[in-house]
């Protein structure tokens, strides 16, 4: 029976005490250590060889640590270690243990002894073909199982696959191996073949997107979460770690599994970086940095809008081949693109702009709009042919006849100043609010500044269709 005091909402000992069977092991002591994150981990404390000792992780405390204090107190030649795993990375108390941070825990290390240490952690030895530079060895590689093995001069055995129940693609064979191993596992065959878990914690998170707009409105979802877990069936939550180093965090929030917008991003800043934290319902957690790309799409707002170089002193057409829904953030319905162009007029200069789409046989159903410098509404207009376009079209690859959607705008500017116009689907028509437009497709623009008025007299469309200019003066 156990002396330890458990604390039952996370069966975590408040101090690790060792426990020890009542029979001494005959080929020397062995140490078993577990971590209390591992499922059932009170079904494998009980489970182990007779003879062994059973060191309970406190799981808020430094576990090289405590393995150090517990083998001072208790000496062994054989040291086995369970705990949830990753590539090259063992989950032992508050800090994982892996090449990055091997060396701070040298001078423990090497005062362990252990003849044998048998690690009972999924996919540790995985990374383990990976070899990387020391830097306090020139030109030596090294990994991190053969790093344990050099400080601790132990004989090291692990595995690169799951630890625990078959069913689950586990099994308990250590197959990667340093040194000859003299120890057998430290649980019983019944154990081992009860067990219903495996030794693995969340190892990865993914977001669907990470590339969004700069202009997108607050509370867009940008992407879903999903978590890697070699226990199936594991549910997951997500969090956002906040700290110094974090700082980006603050723009963004999480609501269940997707990750939004919670601040205006800042200007001129091409990424943020943010930390995720993803909890299982056993209270495994995992860590990983995310890096969220922004783009300003030329033309989404009239901030990004792309300069025709129109202007009085240079008055040359302009002509453009665009498309509605080559917006990059694929958490917004392609049909909510917008496209916006600048230009510069003087009070009293008189342009066109000119939409084909339907005209060469495209999807898009356009809307033109003619905004001032802040945004506001001047002019709009749809489903009207250009001076000289037929106002009926006939298809001759599907053989039949359909109206010309197109639309057309003669302005004349009221004062001198910058001056935008907007080309979207019809049914999307306030600047950059995201609204589902009626269609997506290819269309050409063109926007020429003429130095007199339009010539009443000029042909209308073949139809007798006027020209529709909705004038918006306050």
């Known amino acids: 029976m156990r002396n330890s005091s458990l604390a039952h909402n996370n069966s975590i000992t408040l101090e690790p005490p060792l426990h ?7 080929d020397g002591e062995i140490l078993v250590v577990i971590d209390p994150r591992v499922d059932n ?3 494998l404390s009980v489970g182990v060889n007779p003879g062994a000792k059973v060191l309970i992780l406190n799981p808020s405390r430094d576990g090289i640590e405590q393995i150090t204090k517990a083998i001072a107190t208790e000496a062994a030649s054989s040291l086995h270690i369970v705990c949830h795993g990753a590539p090259g990375l063992l989950y032992l108390g508050k800090t994982p243990l892996n090449l990055a941070n091997i060396e701070q825990y040298r001078q423990q290390l090497l005062e362990w002894g252990v003849a044998d240490i048998l690690l009972y952690a999924c996919n540790v030895a995985a990374g383990d073909n990976v070899l990387f530079p020391t830097s306090f060895i020139p030109y030596q590689f090294t990994s991190f199982l053969h790093r344990l093995h050099e400080l601790t001069g132990a004989n090291i055995a692990a595995s690169a696959g799951r630890i625990g129940n078959s069913t689950q693609g586990g099994s308990w064979h250590l197959e990667s191996q340093i040194g000859e191993i003299a120890s057998g596992l430290a649980f019983s065959p019944e154990i081992m073949q009860a067990y219903p878990g495996i030794l693995a914690k969340p190892t990865d998170i993914s977001l669907s997107n990470t590339f969004v707009e700069g202009n997108l409105p607050f509370g867009i979802p940008i992407g879903s979460f999903s978590t890697t877990d070699a226990d199936i069936g594991d549910t997951h939550t997500y969090s956002l770690a906040f700290g110094e180093v974090y700082t980006d965090n603050h723009f963004f929030a999480i609501d269940g599994s997707s990750l939004t917008i919670k601040e205006p991003f800042l200007e001129n800043k091409d990424s943020y970086n943010i930390m995720v934290l993803t909890h299982d319902q056993a209270g495994e957690f995992f860590w990983e940095p995310l890096t969220i790309n922004v783009s300003q799409e030329v033309g989404d707002t009239i901030e990004t809008a792309l300069s025709t170089q129109l202007s009085p002193v240079n008055p040359a057409p302009f002509t453009f081949t665009g498309t509605i829904t080559d917006h990059q953030n694929i958490a917004l319905a392609p049909e909510s693109d917008i496209d916006i162009f600048s230009l510069q007029l003087n009070a009293g200069d008189l342009m ?5 789409a339907s005209e060469f046989g495209s999807s898009l159903d356009a809307a033109l709009r003619v905004l001032d410098w802040q945004g506001n509404e001047l002019a ?3 489903n009207n042919p250009a001076p000289g376009e037929d106002l009926i079209l006939f298809q001759p690859e599907q053989n039949s006849m359909s109206l010309n959607l197109d639309p057309y705008i003669e302005f004349t ?5 910058t001056y935008y116009v907007e080309v979207k689907g019809e049914n999307n028509l306030a600047l950059a609010n995201y609204s589902s437009g009626s269609s997506t497709g290819e269309y050409n623009l063109e926007i020429e500044l003429l130095d007199k008025p ?3 007299m ?3 469309g073949a139809s ?3 020209i529709m200019v909705d004038p918006i003066l306050g």
């Open 380 to 382: 709009q207009s749809s």
């Open 464 to 466: 007798g269709a006027a």
């Open 454 to 456: 339009i010539d009443p």
């Open 41 to 43: 981990y009170q079904m």
């Open 413 to 417: 500017a009221l004062e001198t100043g």
């Open 20 to 26: 020890q069977n009542a029979h001494p092991h005959a």
């Open 458 to 460: 000029v042909p209308l």
């Open 352 to 356: 066109t702009i000119d939409i084909d």
